[in-house]
T-cell receptor, first 117, second 110 residues
Framework: DAGVTQSPTHLIKTRGQQVTLRCSPK?????VSWYQQALGQGPQFIFQ???????QRGNFPDRFSGHQFPNYSSELNVNALLLGDSALYLC????????????????FGPGTRLTVL | GQSLEQPSEVTAVEGAIVQINCTYQ??????LSWYQQHDGGAPTFLSY????GLEETGRFSSFLSRSDSYGYLLLQELQMKDSASYFC???????????FGTGTRLLVSP
């Protein structure tokens, strides 16, 4: 059973460029969340996708956008990169909570390390 | 606002027991989770508490007191491989969004 996969593993960009990160959720999962983790910090929620729509968004500017495809995979796009965007970007998948009893388990991928120069 | 507080670092020796505390202040509360993250790795789910009390999973146990907005992770029979960062995270809405603490770095020595 494949877990959450992300690509690429590492990426180096320069300021002003655009980047696309990709995520494939764990088999059977329909919800994808993206998080940004700066060095020495906890992950910060960017947004969540379910049924190909953005369902909730954290405190991130519009430069951060995403997409979910019919096969539940997802992309994170960041435009006009800033030095401060350098971080580990984590994708987490889960099964949509359809009521009481959800264990709330989110499974994280290995992340994409983005460096902006 | 939303905040989760954890100690920044905890040290212990192999075979010992260690407790990592987490206090939270969030707009909503649907449960407290704990994740382990080794350097360069992905966060790995350890446990989840939605109701007050103790949840036990092998060497790890997690406790929640909703009235005190407090929880802890208890690690028993520490092993060197337990050296990692540990994060508490609160689900504060119905959309499974997790709000993470700043993490506790656990160093286990021989």
């Amino acid at each position: 059973d494949a877990g959450v996969t992300q690509s690429p593993t590492h990426l180096i960009k320069t300021r002003g460029q655009q980047v696309t990160l990709r995520c494939s959720p764990k088999s059977g999962h329909d919800t994808v969340s993206w998080y940004q983790q700066a060095l020495g910090q906890g992950p910060q929620f960017i947004f969540q996708y379910y049924e190909e729509e953005e369902r909730q968004r954290g405190n991130f500017p519009d430069r951060f956008s995403g997409h979910q495809f019919p096969n539940y995979s997802s992309e994170l796009n960041v435009n006009a990169l800033l030095l401060g965007d350098s971080a580990l970007y984590l994708c987490a998948s889960s099964i949509r909570d359809r009521g009481a009893g959800s264990t709330d388990t989110q499974y994280f991928g290995p992340g994409t390390r983005l460096t902006v120069l | 606002g939303q905040s989760l507080e954890q100690p920044s670092e905890v040290t212990a020796v192999e075979g010992a027991i260690v407790q990592i505390n987490c206090t939270y202040q969030t707009s909503g509360f649907y449960g407290l989770s704990w994740y382990q993250q080794h350097d360069g790795g992905a966060p790995t789910f350890l446990s989840y508490n939605a109701l007050d009390g103790l949840e036990e999973t092998g060497r790890f146990s997690s406790f929640l007191s909703r009235s005190d907005s407090y929880g802890y992770l208890l690690l028993q029979e520490l092993q060197m491989k337990d050296s990692a960062s540990y994060f508490c995270a609160v689900r504060d809405t119905g959309f499974q969004k997790l709000v993470f603490g700043t993490g506790t770095r656990l160093l286990v020595s021989p």
